[in-house]
């Protein structure tokens, strides 16, 4: 497991498991095999994370057989999960504690369960995959 917000601390309590992938012989596609489950780790829904990884690789993106997939040809497992580390620096760690407690509104506030701070998040409406991932929590 590593820590949700990149820290070496052992004793940081938020985890998630590193990203295991599997290219698919045929396509070019490239499956997130727990993408579900890292998820889940961040309370987020699944279609966020895999829209970030494929908006911010441009490409495309879906789900097969309940299996997720980026089409792609060789992206490194570690670029994988720096895209990962920016979904959650976006979108997770609250902005001033830290703490990945947080949920987002409907109206793009993001609430943090651990300290009580609240944030209008502010979309850069520059059609970017920040941008993008944030017109999705709007509806
Ligand atoms: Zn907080």
Not at 14 to 33: D, F
Not at 63 to 83: F, G, R, Y
């Amino acid at each position: 497991m590593i820590n949700i917000d990149r820290s070496d601390d052992i004793f940081y309590r938020y985890k998630m498991s590193p990203l295991i992938i599997r290219q698919q012989g045929r396509n070019g596609q490239l499956i997130l095999v727990n993408i579900d489950e890292i998820a889940k780790q961040l309370s987020v829904d699944s279609i966020k994370l895999v829209k970030f990884i494929s908006y911010e690789l441009g490409t495309k993106s879906g789900n097969t057989n309940n299996q997720w997939w980026i089409k792609a040809e060789q992206p490194t497992v570690s670029i994988l999960q720096e895209i990962i580390s920016k979904f959650i620096d976006n979108f997770i760690l609250c902005k001033q504690c830290g703490n990945p407690e947080t949920t987002i509104s409907n109206h793009l506030t993001m609430k943090c369960a651990s300290c009580g701070h609240r944030v209008k998040l502010v979309r850069p409406e520059d059609n970017g995959s920040v941008d993008k991932i944030l017109k999705m929590y709007k509806k």
